[in-house]
């Protein structure tokens, strides 16, 4: 189960334990840069009270992001993709992406209602569902029955509606100055 050892007690951790079994949902979307970024934060966070991480990718295939090179260093974050080393066409995806996402949201469910992790974080499961490649009424359902102590973290541009209702945050990035706008490309360690 939720391992519950804490190495590093500080006077507040015993006094707020029962706190922090509560798991909300967090909706991170919007256009700019830093969803997935501030999930791993909290990611980090979280694995440093000594707590399990499953982040859940649907629209990353390639196996160069900084957040899976750094697995073997972090035993409490697991990390699984779904996705493809591509660009999806969002009104024509491939037969490929399809399945990739109907097993991702299996892995979702799974981690979700296993009750083993204290945070699953679903990256850009808001895309895929905005592409049609997963079914935003079975998200919500997750999150209805998910168990109370885990907390799930959604992040993507264009979250529907209906999980941003059913949210308990819902942070909105947006871009007041991006260096794309002056052509630098994305950086490694920084934007992946």
């Known amino acids: 189960m939720v391992k519950e050892d804490y190495k590093t007690a500080h006077p507040w951790q015993k ?37 399990k991480v499953k982040m859940i990718q649907f629209m990353k295939g390639d196996p160069f992001y900084g957040e899976l090179l750094v697995r073997e ?5 697991e990390i699984e993709q779904y996705g493809l080393d591509r ?12 399945e990739r996402a109907h097993a991702g949201f299996e892995a979702a469910r799974k981690a979700v209602e296993s009750g083993d992790y204290n945070v699953v974080i679903l990256d850009e499961v808001n895309v ?3 592409f049609g490649l997963v079914d935003t009424l079975a998200v919500v359902e997750l999150l209805r ?47 992946f």
């Open 73 to 77: 260093r972090l035993p409490e974050l």
């Open 87 to 98: 660009f999806v066409d969002p009104k024509n995806p491939e037969p490929d992406q399809v």
């Open 145 to 191: 029955s998910k168990p109370s102590h885990v907390e799930v973290i959604l992040t993507g541009r264009d979250a529907p509606q209906a999980i941003v209702d059913a949210a308990d945050y819902v942070n909105v990035v947006t871009d007041a100055k991006h260096p794309y706008q002056k052509n630098i490309p994305a950086r490694v360690g920084i934007e």
């Open 128 to 130: 895929a569902m905005a």
């Open 15 to 51: 006094k707020r334990s029962d706190e922090r079994k509560l798991g909300l949902v967090m909706v991170n979307t919007g256009p700019g840069k830093g969803k997935t970024t501030a999930a791993l934060g909290l990611a980090l966070r979280a694995i440093g009270h000594h707590q």
